[in-house]
């Protein structure tokens, strides 16, 4: 158990919807990342937070949105859905401190139908 | 922005022999962390073992150890004693001191284990 809760595991839903995914990071750990992993491809980084300020953003599309709050919790909002928005959306969280490796949640595998 | 290159995209291995997973990154920076992570079929994000640049000396995990070549900047991962349950996908990671604590994840090797 890495100690990220991602919530919910798996999330079924249509094209055109909305759907926001909850992170809550390990205890301790003031930085949150969004990843987005397609069917057998790697990580794309989405999104950085640290300490509820935005620290970092990669290829996040701008129908895609995040935030963190003071408790450190994240969610990641995604809305007007594709078929290509099925995917499994990580959760990783890490202390300050470079040398400090994430810890990744399990993932909430969305399905666009 | 700092790159992570992984160029075998699937390897393979005998049940109890060794193998060597490569990573080559591309950085001017002069401190960094280097990560392994391993991703078995559940897609669980594991890590593996990690590496500061500044040591020298080569990070051992049981039977998981690194190589890592500062100059070249290369960073492979040793399997030994290979085990079934290390069949997974392995990607190698760069995490920057300065650009906002960023990681960089290479594109990953998928390791299978033949019994």
């Known amino acids: 158990d890495s100690g990220v809760t991602q919530t919910p595991k798996h999330l079924i839903t249509a094209t055109g919807q909305r759907v926001t995914l909850r992170c809550s990071p390990r205890?301790?750990?003031?930085?949150v990342y969004w990843y987005q992993q397609s069917l057998d491809q790697g990580l794309q980084f989405l999104i950085q937070?640290?300490?509820?300020?935005?620290?970092a953003k990669g290829n996040i599309l701008e129908r895609f949105s995040a935030q963190q709050f003071p408790d450190l919790h994240s969610e990641l909002n995604l809305s007007s859905l594709e078929l290509g928005d099925s995917a499994l959306y990580f959760c990783?969280?890490?202390?300050?401190?470079?040398?400090?490796?994430?810890?990744f949640g399990d993932g909430t595998r969305l399905s666009i139908l | 922005a700092q790159t992570v290159t992984q160029s075998q995209p699937e390897m393979s291995v005998q049940e109890a022999e060794t193998v060597t997973l490569s990573c080559t990154y591309d950085t001017s920076e002069s401190d960094y962390y280097l990560f392994w992570y391993k991703q078995p079929p559940s897609r669980q994000m594991i890590l593996v073992i990690r590496q500061e640049a500044y040591k020298q000396q080569n990070a051992t995990e049981n039977r998981f150890s690194v190589n890592f070549q500062k100059a070249a900047k290369s960073f492979s991962l040793k399997i030994s004693d290979s085990q079934l349950g290390d069949a997974a996908m392995y990607f190698c990671a760069y995490r920057s001191a300065y650009t906002g604590n960023q990681f960089y994840f290479g594109t990953g090797t998928s390791l299978t284990v033949i019994p």
């Open positions: 990783a969280s890490s202390r300050a401190g470079f040398g400090q490796p994430q810890h």
């Open positions: 205890s301790g750990d003031l930085s």
């Open positions: 937070y640290y300490n509820g300020e935005e620290r």
